[in-house]
Nanobody, 121 residues
Framework: QVQLVESGGGLVQAGGSLRLSCAAS????????MGWYRQAPGKERELVAT???????NYADSVKGRFTISRDSAKNAVFLQMNTLKLEDTADYYC???????????????WGQGTLVTVSS
């Protein structure tokens, strides 16, 4: 089994910054893409940013220029630096990873439990 554990959420004023972290552990053979998604109350889960194993990144238009995704492959970790936060960034943020484990040896999608980010005015 593979587990993803997020940290770093919290309450921040508009214009402020937060850094989210996510660490993967368990029966990991290789991690392919990693990413962050978010779900605001009453809305569907949406992509925030992804990063490939080679370091290529992709961002939602709404966060381009404000958020930066990065990863530490040696530590099986992914990070999301969030700057210039807006009220509309308030959501539960979920870590995602496509992991090839040491049991099935096929890429499977894993999710963290989520961390709440609340941006106040």
């Amino acid at each position: 089994q593979v587990q993803l554990v997020e940290s770093g959420g919290g309450l921040v004023q508009a214009g402020g910054s937060l850094r989210l972290s996510c660490a993967a552990s368990g029966s990991i053979f290789r991690i392919n893409a990693m990413g962050w998604y978010r779900q605001a109350p009453g809305k569907e889960r949406e992509l925030v940013a992804t990063i490939s194993s080679g370091g290529s990144t992709n961002y939602a238009d709404s966060v381009k220029g404000r958020f930066t995704i990065s990863r530490d492959s040696a530590k099986n970790a992914v990070f999301l630096q969030m700057n210039t936060l807006k009220l509309e960034d308030t959501a539960d943020y979920y870590c995602n990873a496509v992991v090839v484990d040491t049991v099935i040896f096929k890429p499977l999608n894993y999710w963290g439990q989520g961390t709440l980010v609340t941006v106040s005015s």
